[in-house]
């Protein structure tokens, strides 16, 4: 059972456009975090946030984390082709082990 | 990047045929973790170490096993593969293994074929 839903699953969009994403769970994370994977790599950690209400900035992306810890946003403002990628966000529930959910796969077209 | 090779990086086998994949890092992370990854699915966690000698199942375990008997080799078995098991899997490691400050950072996959 897949305890992070992700949305949409795929997004085809223009350069210079704009998108959100999202991750929502019935469960609460102690700390949340977003990767981005290109293709024939592994992810790489984009940011981590684990207070509720929390947003952190990373240039063009805005990431938020639920202020019930249950759920989280990224937010990609005038999109470039760079961007494309999977993105996958990830919950912690204070073990050892992160949850994946089943990623974004973003297409940004010059 | 953090030191973290996995071998091979691509291999083709038959069904019912024995496999191992390996996972090798230089950083001396305590948590070393095995992934699959398929559409849809995200990653999905196989086993995980969390020492030398130490592991523990994850939420796919079965038909895989692992090794660790040093710090840096984590060994993942296919003991008898099926074409379930066709996948890309990862290694990730983590020097704190749990709380906010588990960032995982991955090899780069091994794509497994079983015919």
């Known amino acids: 059972t897949q305890l992070l839903e992700q949305s949409p699953q795929f997004l085809s969009i223009q350069e210079g456009e704009n998108l959100t994403v999202y991750c929502n769970s019935s469960?609460?994370?102690?700390?949340l975090q977003w990767y981005r994977q290109e293709p024939g790599e592994g992810p790489v950690l984009l940011v981590t946030v684990v207070t509720g209400g929390e947003v952190k900035k990373l240039k063009r992306l805005t990431f938020q984390f639920g202020d019930a810890r249950k759920d989280s946003s990224l937010h990609i403002t005038a999109a470039q082709p760079g961007d494309t990628g999977l993105y996958l966000c990830?919950?912690?529930?204070?073990?050892?082990?992160?949850?994946f959910g089943g990623g974004t796969r973003l297409m940004v077209k010059p | 990047d953090a030191g973290i090779t996995q071998s091979p990086r691509h291999k083709v086998t038959e069904t019912g045929t024995p496999v191992t994949l390996r996972c090798h890092q230089t950083?001396?992370?305590?948590?070393m973790y095995w992934y699959r990854q398929d559409p849809g699915h995200g990653l999905r966690l196989i086993h995980y170490?969390?020492?030398?000698?130490?592991?523990d199942k994850g939420e796919v375990s079965d038909g895989y096993s692992v090794s660790r008997s040093k710090t840096e080799d984590f060994l993942l078995t296919l003991e008898s593969a099926t074409s379930s098991q066709t996948s890309v899997y990862f290694c990730?490691?983590?020097?704190?293994?749990?709380?906010?400050?588990?960032?995982?950072?991955f090899g780069p996959g091994t794509r497994l074929t079983v015919l």
């Open positions: 170490s969390y020492g030398v000698k130490d592991t």
């Open positions: 990730a490691i983590s020097e704190s293994g749990g709380g906010a400050n588990n960032e995982q950072f």
């Open positions: 469960s609460v994370f102690s700390s």
């Open positions: 990830a919950g912690n529930n204070a073990g050892n082990m992160l949850t």
């Open positions: 950083e001396n992370h305590r948590y």
